[in-house]
């Protein structure tokens, strides 16, 4: 193909892909077919101005439904996005609750870490992305982004129909029938136990002894006393 032939090619195809600035997802005849695989060239440098216009600023990712089926050891998410250019997709998830086993249109897809949070890369189009979770117990919160559609949620095979969310975050806490029995089953006992030696100085020997049953959980107790009883139930 000579230069200027190309040349031409060239402008004939950032003409005909003109519309795209305006409309993401174009019907396959308004695009000759000899210039349809051009497009992700010409998209690539166009960037997000291929993208829908919301409020004055371009929109260019639309996630859909979100699917969770989780319980105390882990669990699995789908969900659908639709993608108007290349871009990077922040995943349901947080440190600690790292997606595992991630596919994209079932596809292995690496999981990216971007500020902190777990992403991964997508062509445009419409996409389906999956993964699972693996943890010891079940998060308080799971990020799941603030623009996401609609979340459906399962917990211990149970349907949650009225789901609590906060800007991007999934409220998790106090869900799980497993966590709930481990929780009435929490106690902690202090044993408070003193010995005086008489002496020049006197010395007093102090030794608390803790029963802890229930989940893992950190305490902060206040310096014991020299009076009071010999037991402490907490």
Known sequence: MTGRRRATLLAACGLALGPLTLLAQP????????????IP???ANLGD???????????????????LDLNTKGGTFQSRV?????????????????????????????VIEVD?????????????????????????VLDVGPLTGVVHLRVDGKEIPLVRR????????GLSEAEGESSEADEVRLAVFRQIRDGSPMLIETRLSFRVSGRPR?????????????????
């Open 27 to 38: 019907a396959p005849g308004e695009i000759p077919p000899e210039l349809r695989d051009w």
């Open 41 to 43: 060239w010409v998209s």
């Open 49 to 67: 101005r291929v993208c829908t216009q919301v409020g004055g600023e371009p929109r260019c990712v639309w996630p859909g439904e979100l699917d």
């Open 82 to 110: 639709l993608a108007e250019t290349r871009l990077m997709q922040h995943l349901p998830g947080r440190p600690g609750a790292w997606p595992e086993e991630v596919r994209v249109d079932g596809r292995p897809a690496p």
């Open 116 to 140: 902190g949070a777990p992403a991964v890369v997508l062509e445009p189009g419409r996409r389906a992305i999956q993964g699972s979770f693996v943890w010891n117990r079940l998060p308080e």
């Open 166 to 173: 906060d800007g991007g975050q999934l409220w998790l806490k």
């Open 218 to 234: 950190e305490l902060l107790l206040a310096q014991p006393p020299l009076v009071g009883p010999a037991a402490l139930p907490v």
